[in-house]
């Protein structure tokens, strides 16, 4: 299996048909006008001297160029690097200097930032593309052949073809490395989970310099046209509306933020079929409220850069959990998905009880998992155990293998001996009716070692106190659970995944105290 031929199936059974809607440029593209610019690219790649297994870097937001650029770098063998545009310069320059790119892409909204890592980074061939751009990129497509790639016929499967960037979410990023095959299945995956049909819309929420992309390129494999945007709430609910989208992945967080839009319920989103969420976890309030807020089926998928989607809370586990039946399981991310095994073990790898009491971390085997860190094989050695490949997430499971994340092994918070998972504090403080997002961590206590400390954003025109937060919290939790703070913020620093950084918010608490994190 060869990623990058997924448009060349449907440029040769329906040209006309729409592939991608680039709603920031206006821009739209057939499968047949797509998959020649992506054999002519690969070819001019390849003309210019790149190898199967170089690296091309991007520097970009969402964009039809962007698609071009990954079809063709997995169409001929070489490997995309996605650079997230949100990092500055010197963090740029420093992935850059991990991945070594023969080329580098940049969009011409980035030319300072072009320039800056043009000073630190030495590659031999920079391009430009863009409505303002030097016209470098097209002028390199223009002028190449427009013949498959020769390497299109004898490059796949473990073939590497994408370097994902971590979050960072407990530290410097790293780049996890996927092969075509891993793709694949983790795209086989989503399309069991969401149940793709052909008269599908997809509207891409993310960024391309993350996994959802794969999600995206999913419902390209299917046939279908993806739009794409860069994520604000109103024009998100226009979008659908307009381009009578059925489906699109949305982090916790989007949902929210699509709810509060004002006029919500004047939108016209009755094509929706199906939404899945995911990148953190959702308090049972907001799914319910979800539910009641779109004309659609919900599914959670729960994953990381490393695998991909891993587990999925499937749409009849939330139908039934609304009617009744294991209303708990809201709390859940579900069972494996379908090419993928899970279990929860202790420190010893030895898998806990299936008594929905007992926690012990997540771990992973699936081909959808990546090969490993690029040139990191220190940390690969730590990362695999046994053919499995360890989350750093903690998790209960019950009876019938539905897991139950209770934090990330760093987010727990210890204090006075006792175990204090963040995410149960975080679920607690969201049954308060004016809280939007809550991220919950622990600060230095010299009595207790850690104290627990709430940061949370509150719904537009709603105001809350510290002590209404707290004694919500109260209310619903063991009194050394509660937060013994409460500060209020507009926003919260997040990964590109939409995961909440906690360790940023910690960070200025710990200085010269000593925590990991």
């Known amino acids: 299996m060869n990623i990058g031929t997924i448009t060349a199936k449907w440029a040769e059974r329906a040209p006309l048909r729409e592939a991608i809607i680039d709603v920031p440029s206006g821009r739209r593209v057939n499968f047949g006008q797509l998959d020649q610019r992506i054999r002519k690219l690969a070819n001019a790649l390849t003309a210019r001297g790149v190898k199967k297994g170089d690296r091309v870097a991007v520097l970009a937001k969402n964009s039809i160029e962007y698609l071009e650029i990954y079809y063709a770098c997995a169409r001929a063998g070489f490997i995309a690097q996605p ?39 030495d590659a031999p061939l920079w391009l430009e593309f863009g409505a303002g751009a030097d016209g470098s990129f097209e002028d390199f497509v223009a002028a190449a052949t427009d013949s498959e790639p020769a390497a299109s016929r004898t490059v796949g499967n473990d073939d590497p073809t994408l370097i994902l960037y971590t979050g960072g979410t407990t530290g410097i990023s790293k780049g996890a490395l996927h092969t075509h095959k891993s793709l694949y299945m983790g795209m086989l995956n989503q399309t069991v989970a969401e149940r793709v049909v052909p008269s599908d819309v997809y509207m891409l929420t993310g960024q391309m310099f993350h996994i959802p992309v794969a999600l995206a390129m999913n419902y390209m494999a299917h046939g279908c046209p993806v739009v794409l945007m860069n994520f604000e709430a109103r024009q998100a609910l226009e ?66 850069t490393e695998g991909m989607t891993m587990t999925f809370l499937s749409q009849e586990d939330h139908r039934d959990a609304i009617a009744g039946i294991h209303p708990e399981r809201l709390a859940s991310c579900g069972r494996e998905g379908f090419v993928t095994r899970v279990r929860v073990v202790d420190e010893a790898g030895r898998p806990v009880p299936k008594d929905g009491s007992t926690p012990g971390e997540i771990e992973i085997q699936s081909e959808a998992n990546m090969l490993g860190y690029w040139r990191r094989e220190d940390l690969n050695a730590d990362m695999f155990r046994d053919g499995w490949m360890r989350t750093g997430d903690i998790a209960t499971w019950d009876d019938e293998s539905y897991l139950f994340i209770v934090d990330r092994a760093k987010d727990m918070i210890i204090s006075g001996g006792e175990n204090i998972y963040s995410t149960q504090v975080e679920a607690a403080i969201h049954k308060h009716p004016a809280v939007l997002e809550a991220a919950v961590i622990g600060v ?48 919260l620093p997040k990964a590109p995944t939409g995961k909440i950084l906690k360790r940023e918010l910690r960070d200025p608490y710990w200085q010269n105290r000593g925590r990991q994190v």
């Open 83 to 121: 650079l997230n545009w949100r990092l500055a310069v010197p963090e740029l320059a420093r992935i850059l200097a991990d991945g070594e790119p023969t080329v580098v892409v940049t969009s011409d909204d980035f030319r300072t930032e072009r320039a800056g890592l043009q000073r630190e980074v």
């Open 239 to 304: 979008i659908i509306e307009a381009e009578r989208v059925s489906a699109f992945l949305g982090i916790t967080t989007m949902l929210n933020w699509m709810m509060a839009v004002d006029g919500f319920e004047r939108f016209d989103i009755s094509s929706l079929r199906n939404i899945q969420y995911g990148g953190g976890p959702m308090p049972a309030t907001v799914v319910k409220a979800a539910l009641e807020s779109f004309p659609c089926t919900l599914i959670q998928g729960y994953g990381q």
């Open 444 to 491: 230095p206590d010299d009595e207790w070692g850690e104290a627990v400390k709430a940061v949370v954003v509150l719904k537009p025109g709603q105001s809350a106190t510290e002590q209404e937060i707290i004694d919500t919290a109260r209310a619903h939790l063991a009194s050394y659970q509660k937060p013994r703070s409460v500060d209020f913020v507009e926003a």
